[in-house]
C-alpha cells in the first residue's frame, strides 16, 4: 500500500505562511504603537506602513520582485508540486482543497491590511484633523495633487468686449471718426443729424481691434450724433457719441475802379461776404457796413484814396480787404515855358539846322495827355523862308508847318509818344538869300491835346517867347 506524503509536506508551508502573517502583523502592532507615542513623524509613519502592507500585497499578487526568502519558498513549493503530478485522482482533490485554502488565507491577509491600516490612520490623526472621514493614504504611483475641477453649476468667466473712441478730426462738411475695441470685432457706426437719421458705415479696417469710419458732405455748423456698434467672439458692445461740425472760415471780396477821373460820377465800391456776423469800415470811409452792399465815391479833388473792410466771421475769424483808389482830373492840364538852354545870338547866312527855339509842356493833372497840335509866330525875319523852320520834340521827326497864316506857323503833331510832358525843339536853315542884320524870334501862340480816355481837351496856361536872333554875313 503507498503512503501519500503530500499532506506531510504542505503542513510545513502552511506553517510558513502563518509565520509571516504574525510577522507582518506583530510589525504593524509596533509601527501604530511608534506612531502614538510621536505624533510629529505620523506622514511619515502612515507612509512607512502603507509602504509595507503595499509591498506584502504586491507579493501576493505577484506585482512586485520577490525576496529572496520567497524566491527560495517558491522553489520548493514548486519542487512538490512537480512531485505530486502522478498522484491519484483523490490526491489530486485533496491539493485542490488545501491550495483553496491557502488562497482564502491570503486574500484574507489583503483584505485585514488595509482596514487595519484605515483604523490606526484615524486614531492617530484624530486630535488634528476637524473632519470625521479617515485620510486616504496616497499611493506610490501618486506624485502630485491634481487641481480640483469647477462644478457644473459654477458660472464660468466670459471676456467682455470694450469700445474706446481714439480721435474725431471734424472738419466743415467732413469727419474722421477712429476707435479701437478691446477683441478683434466687426464694427459699423449710424450716424444721425443734418437731415440723416441713422445712417450706417461700416468700419474701413474690417475685423480688427482698430477701426476708422471716413464721413462726408456733411453740413457745416451742424450737431451729428453716432452709435457705434462691436461684434466678435468676445461678445457685443456698443458706444455712443456726437459732434458739431466747424463752423466755415469767412470770406470777403472788394471790387471797384482804382482809377477815377475827378469829373467822373457814378463809380462805386462792392463788396460781398460769406459766413460774417460783422463788418467795419476804416479808411477813407468808415462805419459798419453789411455783409454784402455797394459804396458811391464822390470826390473833391484829385488823390489816392484807400478803403478798408474789415469783417469777422461767424467761427470768430477776422478778414480785410483793401482797395486803393487814385483819382486824377480828367481834363489835363498844361503849362508852357522856356526850356532851359533856349539858344539866342547871331545866325549865320547859308547855316543849316540852326535850333532857335525850345518850349517845354508840363502836364498838371489828367493822366493820359497826348498833344496835336501847336503854333508859333514868326516876328521879324521876314528874309527867311518859313516853311524852312521844322519843330519836333527830340523823336526824330521834326516836320514842316502844316499851314502858315501870315507870320503864324502851325504844327500838326502825329504819332506815338508825343504826351503832355515834354520839350519841343525848332530849327531852320538861314538861306543865302537872307538879309544881313535882320533879326527875328519865335513865340508861341497856342497848343492842343486832349485826354485819350475820357476825351476832354487839355487847358494850357503860360506865354513863351524865345531869344533874339541877329543874321550875319558869313567871314
Not at 503595499?54 to 524566491?71: A, F, R
Not at 475641477?149 to 467682455?160: A, E, F, G, H, I
Not at 474701413?204 to 469710419?213: A, D, E, L, R, S
Not at 452709435?227 to 467672439?233: E, P
Request: proline share 5%; hydrophobic share 25%; charged share 15%.
Amino acid at each position: 500500500m503507498r503512503t501519500n506524503n503530500k499532506g506531510f509536506i504542505q503542513i510545513p508551508l502552511l506553517l510558513l505562511i502563518l509565520a509571516g502573517i504574525a510577522v507582518v502583523g506583530g510589525g504593524s502592532y509596533f509601527v501604530a504603537r511608534e506612531i502614538k507615542k510621536s505624533p510629529a513623524n505620523h506622514n511619515q509613519q502612515t507612509a512607512s506602513v502603507a509602504s509595507v502592507f503595499t509591498d506584502e500585497q504586491q507579493v501576493l499578487n505577484g506585482e512586485n520582485t520577490p525576496t529572496p526568502q520567497q524566491t527560495e519558498t517558491a522553489n520548493q513549493e514548486s519542487e512538490i508540486q512537480s512531485q505530486t503530478k502522478t498522484t491519484s485522482t483523490g490526491n489530486s482533490s485533496a491539493k485542490t482543497t488545501n491550495t483553496s485554502a491557502q488562497k482564502q488565507t491570503a486574500q484574507q491577509q489583503q483584505q485585514s491590511q488595509p482596514a487595519q491600516n484605515q483604523v490606526s490612520n484615524t486614531q492617530q490623526t484624530a486630535p488634528t484633523q476637524p473632519s470625521q472621514s479617515a485620510p486616504t493614504t496616497p499611493t506610490p504611483t501618486q506624485t502630485t495633487q491634481q487641481p480640483s475641477q469647477p462644478s457644473q453649476n459654477q458660472t464660468q468667466p466670459t471676456v467682455k468686449v470694450s469700445i474706446s473712441l481714439t480721435s474725431q478730426d471734424i472738419g466743415e462738411t467732413t469727419a474722421r471718426i477712429e476707435w479701437t475695441t478691446s477683441e478683434p470685432t466687426e464694427s459699423k457706426l449710424y450716424l444721425s443729424g443734418g437731415g440723416i437719421t441713422s445712417q450706417q458705415y461700416a468700419s474701413q479696417n474690417g475685423y480688427t481691434t482698430k477701426h476708422i469710419v471716413t464721413l462726408s458732405n456733411l453740413q457745416p455748423t451742424t450737431d451729428y450724433s453716432f452709435q457705434i456698434t462691436a461684434t466678435g467672439n468676445g461678445g457685443f458692445a456698443d458706444y455712443t457719441g456726437g459732434f458739431k461740425t466747424k463752423t466755415p472760415s469767412p470770406t470777403l471780396q472788394l471790387s471797384g475802379e482804382t482809377n477815377i477821373p475827378l469829373e467822373g460820377n457814378g463809380y462805386k465800391l462792392t463788396w460781398t461776404s460769406a459766413n460774417t456776423k460783422q463788418c467795419m469800415a476804416s479808411g477813407d470811409w468808415s462805419g459798419n457796413k453789411a455783409a454784402s452792399g455797394e459804396y458811391t465815391l464822390s470826390y473833391s479833388q484829385a488823390g489816392n484814396y484807400t478803403y478798408t473792410l474789415n469783417c469777422t466771421g461767424d467761427n470768430g475769424e477776422n478778414i480785410n480787404k483793401s482797395i486803393a483808389v487814385k483819382v486824377f482830373e480828367s481834363t489835363p492840364r498844361i503849362t508852357v515855358a522856356v526850356s532851359v538852354g533856349t539858344p539866342s545870338g547871331a545866325v549865320t547866312i547859308g547855316a543849316t539846322e540852326q535850333q532857335i527855339f525850345k518850349l517845354s509842356l508840363q502836364q498838371t493833372s489828367g493822366s493820359n495827355c497826348q498833344v496835336s497840335n501847336i503854333k508859333v509866330r514868326l516876328v521879324g525875319g521876314n528874309s527867311l523862308v518859313k516853311n524852312s523852320i521844322r519843330a519836333g520834340n527830340g523823336t526824330g521827326y521834326f516836320p514842316s508847318p502844316s499851314g502858315v497864316d501870315g507870320n503864324v506857323l502851325d504844327y500838326e503833331i502825329s504819332g506815338t509818344g508825343t504826351y503832355c510832358n515834354t520839350t519841343f525843339t525848332f530849327k531852320t536853315d538861314v538861306p543865302e538869300t537872307a538879309t544881313p542884320g535882320e533879326t527875328f524870334h519865335l513865340e508861341f501862340v497856342s497848343l492842343k491835346a486832349r485826354d485819350t480816355v475820357s476825351g476832354s481837351d487839355a487847358i494850357v496856361s503860360g506865354s513863351v517867347v524865345g531869344g533874339e536872333f541877329t543874321i550875319v554875313q558869313n567871314q
